[in-house]
């Protein structure tokens, strides 16, 4: 089970931390990713984690503003945001595999979190 937090409402330019907590597997045995959807979009891809952190994948809109870290021994992965802009806005959702061969591709997650929403002001 994931159980994604740390959304909210923020002014453009502003920061934001989602935490993503797992339970019921062996965290550390997870691949652990970020999508987000908008209103009316796909599922975008945002970043990934590889097992012990060794490998981090962003998207391109993402590199230099946004970081994906983990905590094993606390079961979290996490998605600091910075520089928000406009279209960050959307729900962001954690998602764990077993395997690092496609992180950017949402099929090869099994399991994926409720989803929490970020919403950047003007």
């Known amino acids: 089970q994931l159980q994604a937090c740390g959304g909210g409402l923020v002014q453009a330019g502003g920061s934001l931390r989602l935490s993503c907590a797992a339970s019921?597997?062996?965290?550390?045995?997870?691949?652990m990713g970020w999508f987000r959807q908008a209103p009316g979009k796909e599922r975008e891809f945002v970043a990934a984690?590889?097992?012990?952190?060794?490998?981090?994948r962003y998207a391109d809109s993402m590199k230099g503003r946004f970081t994906i870290s983990r905590d094993n021994a606390k079961n979290t992965v996490y998605l600091e945001m910075n520089s928000l802009k406009l279209e960050d806005t959307a729900v962001y959702y954690c998602?764990?595999?077993?395997?690092?061969?496609?992180?950017?591709?949402?099929?090869?997650?099994?399991?994926w979190g409720q989803g929490t929403l970020v919403t950047v002001s003007s």
């Open positions: 998602a764990a595999s077993p395997v690092y061969r496609e992180p950017h591709n949402p099929f090869e997650y099994r399991y």
């Open positions: 984690i590889s097992w012990r952190g060794v490998s981090i």
């Open positions: 019921g597997r062996t965290f550390s045995n997870y691949v």
